[in-house]
Every structure is written in structure tokens, then in C-alpha cells.
């Protein structure tokens, strides 16, 4: 045993074996105790995940979907159609996978859990997310809200629609006062949320959805709700199975214009934690909203192993549902796991075992700030592929990737959000500070960002 540990630390501090390092950790992984951990996403979010992987004690070969280059360092890319799932089987079997992290909602919605736990070749895989039919509370907007009514969990009231009911539903936006909320049942990219101000347009993008599928087959039902005025903010909650932990909650900045106006986007920046958030508050999230979902998950015996991801609007101190994800918050992950103090993989492992009780959460209570650099026209049309400058030269803030490329050794930006740059201090004004300085130096051609985040808090 010594000698096996004396020929890893070797191996690890040499620079130049970086192949043979890659190929004798996952021969190593197979006869001794390395976990082979797969993350199924390649945003910054997945970043996230792999930095904070990488960060724990315990030893680990990670893997990640779909090249992410800020990832390059710390987790092999294997490319995979994240919906393919018989892709995924073969690399699961290829890399020895022991655990799955699935960041984003289509592959849980599409039932990656199920398809993982049904097969017999590799249904001793551990996958955090959630079984196909918990991932409903985020692939069905109807589906959510009779969650709710049946668990008595405070949300906008409202009543949902489809083609053969359009004339009831048009009479109950006539029967209604503005601004009318309409939301395609299915997932629609964050974009299925329709607030307008006039009966009009409410009507006009009812028909555009229900009969022309503006969303496809998402928007064959409509959910119409009552509009709710107060600040949002995001409380995200772990789930072994039995046991619950509440993470640091955080607050994230939609739109794409200051003073959150414009269209909507992924996010464009989030802070941690969110200072209008009192202990009476979060004791009214706790009571009305985290356990009665806790309890309506148990209860009605719906497989959920992962993040739930609640999106809450503060009515005058009455916090109310305005949906559920079934995973991690992007742009929110980014600084919500920096400020988790546990090792991350003791963190998992309990929520795999169903002994997540036994972990003492700890939280630092610095503010970290995320400011997000965007390609120019996102969230609508954007070019791609322009070379990215300054990275070398952060200093005090951390670079998440998220549409990146490397091309010809040069990193290039290749989606509508590109990088989350986030940085941490006592004082939250210092904190985007320095994000905001590192922006300064990152340039790249179209880049844009929002200067307000933070703005309301
Ligand atoms: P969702 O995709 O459900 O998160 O909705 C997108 C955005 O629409 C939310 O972040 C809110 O800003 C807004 N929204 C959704 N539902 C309501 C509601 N009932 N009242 C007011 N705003 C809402
Ligand atoms: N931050 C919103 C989302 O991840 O859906």
C-alpha cells in the first residue's frame, strides 16, 4: 500500500505524464478506489460542478459532456449527445462510471434516470437527478401546480387550458385583470413565460400557442396565472430520498437590459446570498414551501435523488412558488457552490448512501457575486467564434466557462452566454467590484454584460 501511494504522489506532481497520468488513473480507478464521475452539461454550471469536484479530498476521475475548455484542466470531455441515451450507457460502460451529475433539465425530463436504473448493465450507476416523473415538476407547468394544490404549497392561482378549450380560455383572460401570465405547459428553453399588459396580446399569443405550437408540442396546454408583484429569488434544496438540506439561497438577474428590463435570458449575473432574506422568511420558505414539497415527494412516492431548484417570488412577505427545476440554477450554481465549506464529493456520496442527515452543511458567509460576459444580440441572434483576450490576467475572481471553444490553441466564444466571472467579499459592492475590474481585461468582439447586477439588494 505504501508503495502504491508513493508511485501516485510521483505520478500526480509530475508535469510532463500527462497522458500516462490520464491512463494509469483510470487503470487505477478500476482496481482501487478512484470514483469515475460523469457530468452530463458542459455550461458554466457543469464548470462549477468539476471546480468544486475537483476540490474535494476525495480522489476522483471526472468526466464531462461536450467540451467545456475552463474544464480542460480538471475532467476528460467525452462527446455525447446528452439526450442519447444508449450513447451514455456505452460510455458509462467504457469509463467505468460509478456516478452520474445531470445539470440540465431535458435529459431528466427525458427520463435519464430511469433509463440508467432500469438497465441491468449499469443500474448500479448513482444518478443525482431525479426519476422521470419527479423531473415532471419542471417538464409539466400543470403537472407542478396540482403538486402544489395537492400538498397545500403556496403559488399563483390559475387554471390551464387546450386546443378544445381556447374559448373558456379566452373568456377568462377577458374575465381577468392585467398583466396576464401565460405559460406553455412543457419546457420551452426559459422561454415559454408570457407577461403581457392587454387582453390583446394576451389573446394573441394564446392562439399563437395553443394553435400555430408556437412551442411545439410544449405549449399543446397553457397554463394562465395570476400575476404575482414582489422579488424573486432562487432557495435550491439537495434530496437523498428521505433527507432534505436547504443550500445557500441566491438570487439571479434574468433579463437582459439594467434595471431588469428587456428579454429574457439564461441569467446574466447572481449574487449569494440574497441580504432581504430575514430568518422569519426563510422559516416561511422552510415551513410552507421546503417541507410540504419534501413531504409531497415521500408521499406520493416520486424517485427524486438530487437538487430541487425552487423559484420563489416574495408576495409583502408571503413567499409563493413560481416553479420548480429539477436541477441546479445557472447562473445561480456558480455562486452558490463556492460558498458551500464541505467537501462536495462527502456531500454526494450521502445524498447516493440517504444519509445526507449526517452532514453538518456549512456555509461561508462572504457575498459572491456573478457577473455573466455575453456574445452581442444573446439572447437573440449572435455570431460565434471571435478569439476571447485578458483571461491570463484574472486576478481575485473565478472564470467559469460557459460557450467556449478552443480552436487552434486559441479560446473562442461559441454560445450566447460566454464566461461567469465571480468574485467574493464582505461587502457584496466589493465583490462585483471585482468582477467587474477582471471584465475590464477579458475582451472579445460584441461582448456584452449587465453593469447593475446587484442593483435591488
Ligand atoms: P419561469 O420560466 O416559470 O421561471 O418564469 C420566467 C419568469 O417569469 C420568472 O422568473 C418571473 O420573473 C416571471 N413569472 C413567472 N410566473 C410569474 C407570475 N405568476 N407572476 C409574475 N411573474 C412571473
Ligand atoms: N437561473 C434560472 C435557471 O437556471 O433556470
Redesign the pocket.
Known sequence: MFLIILFNYILFNSESLNFIKKSYLLLYSYIFVVMNLLIIGSGAREHAFAWKIFNSNHEVNLFITNFNPGAIEIAKSLSIDVNNFSEIKRSIIKHNIKMVLVGPEIPLINGIYDYIKNDIEISDVNVIGPSKRGAQLEGS?EFAKLFMTRNDIPT?AYKSFNKSSIDDAILFLKNNTPPY?L?ADGPAA?K??I?VDNVKDAIRNLKEMLIDSKFGSSSNKVVI?????GI?MSCFVLFDGINYKILPYAKDY?RIGEGDKGL?TGGMGSVSPVNFLDINLKDKIKNQIVIPTINGLIKENIDYVGFIFI?L?NVDGFPKV??YNVRMGDPETQVVFPRIENDFMEILNACCNQSLDKIDLKFKSEYYTNVVLASGGYPEKYDKGFEISGLENVKDSIIFHAGTALISNKIVTNGGRVLSIVSSDKDMNKALKKSYANIENINFDGKIFRKDIGFDL
Request: proline fraction near 0%.
Open positions: 407547468k399563483a401570465v405559460k426559459g415559454g413565460v407577461i396565472e395570476e400575476f404575482l408583484n424573486e434574468k429574457n423559484g417570488i413560481i416553479e
